[in-house]
């Protein structure tokens, strides 16, 4: 799989306690076409899937589950984010060393503020080991790794 760093939300990053992505997405102000009155109307995704690619480099210890949002906002400083899409709640067991979440992540249609980031949502018990690598990718890995 092919991840580019423009693309990248996290980069093996610890996970302790509910938090955002080490990074977030800025996609741009929008600009007004020539001789139009108002700037474009942003939508993400129109016509395609942007499919997004979520796994566990380390495992997880102590939480009971980790669930991830992709959340989007029309500022840099996610004050007022929008909730675009949640995974399922992940069980502590499934949380090992090479699992990738199995669900079909992607940016959803419609998404129309500029900065997007994703954020992992600790139930249980804050854990002291665990990472998570998430990035925007040309297309999912799909031959998982002992039949996870």
């Known amino acids: 799989m092919i991840i580019d760093t423009q693309g990248l939300f996290s980069d093996s990053q610890a996970i302790t ?15 007004t076409p020539y001789g139009a009155s108002a700037a474009l109307v942003r939508d993400v995704g129109k016509g395609c899937c942007i499919p997004l690619s ?64 994703l954020k992992y949502t600790v139930v249980g018990t804050a854990p002291s080991t665990g990472t998570i690598t998430a990035a925007i990718v040309a297309d999912r890995q799909t031959n998982f790794v002992g039949g996870q």
């Open 17 to 31: 306690a509910t938090a955002a992505s080490t990074n977030y997405i800025d996609l741009g102000a929008t600009g």
């Open 54 to 117: 979520i796994t566990v480099p380390q495992a997880f210890n102590n939480l009971t589950s980790l669930q991830v949002s992709i959340e989007t906002d029309d500022n840099s400083s996610f004050s007022s984010p929008t909730t675009a899409q949640l995974t399922g709640a992940i069980p502590l067991a499934s949380l090992v060393a090479g699992y990738q979440f199995k669900g079909i992540y992607e940016l959803p249609q419609g998404t129309n503020e500029r900065y997007v980031l």
